[in-house]
């Protein structure tokens, strides 16, 4: 395979990829159907099974993707010059579910995989690239509570690995939940999912932070 082939071979893919992510999000993980893609991305359905032989494998690399675009994002705030504590409030800020559709959809379609995965009966194929690149994320995000440790940001007196990895899941959590919930649940304008959100960032920090 010559280099342009190549090329344009990954440019499919990509562009695979992206067309399944929007029709999963508009229709769910359950009723799109591979035609439905095929048609949609404008190919043969046995040039979609080509690239991806069953349904649950391009599931599973739309995850994937939609994970990794967090990466160096990530490696950006992580290696800043910053105390450890300040680089993980900006890990939070990137967590917070703004008001914009790329990151709505985003958090969307990883809370519909994730509670998709959980339900099948056996493991999906390919998990372990999605499990994989969580490793990595984690490992990029661990690096603050060695840092921590050094520049005397966050308490000393705590098990600092195990307190990070639980306060971005909790966070991250908590605001995915709470910003897709917000069409469907009364809130009232002082208690907005963009406020609770910033409280509990502060109950979080303050819990990491020495004491004065």
Do not use: W
């Amino acid at each position: 395979m010559t280099g342009i082939q190549q090329q344009n071979k990954n440019k499919r893919y990509n562009s695979i990829i992206q067309t399944a992510e929007s029709l999963f999000l508009e229709h769910g993980l359950d009723h799109v159907q591979m035609q439905h893609i095929a048609d949609a991305e404008g190919i043969g359905i046995a040039t979609l099974f080509r690239y991806f032989p069953k349904k649950n494998k391009l599931i599973v690399a739309v995850a994937v993707q939609n994970l990794e675009r967090n990466i160096q994002h990530f490696e950006e705030i992580v290696s800043a010059d910053q105390p450890a504590v300040e680089r993980l409030k900006r890990v939070l800020d990137h967590l917070t579910v703004k008001n914009t559709a790329e990151i709505k959809h985003s958090t969307k379609f990883r809370e519909a995989f994730e509670s998709y995965a959980s339900f099948t009966k056996e493991p999906l194929e390919d998990i372990e690239d999605y499990i994989n690149v969580q490793k990595r994320i984690a490992d990029i995000l661990l690096r603050i509570a060695e840092d921590g440790k050094v520049d005397g940001s966050i308490r000393a007196d705590i098990p600092i690995k195990e307190a990070i990895i639980t306060i971005i899941n909790a966070y991250g959590t908590f605001g995915s939940n709470i910003a897709l919930k917000s069409s469907i649940s009364y809130l009232e304008d002082d208690i907005a999912p963009h406020i609770q959100q910033r409280m509990l960032m502060e109950m979080l920090l303050s819990y990491l932070r020495p004491y004065s």
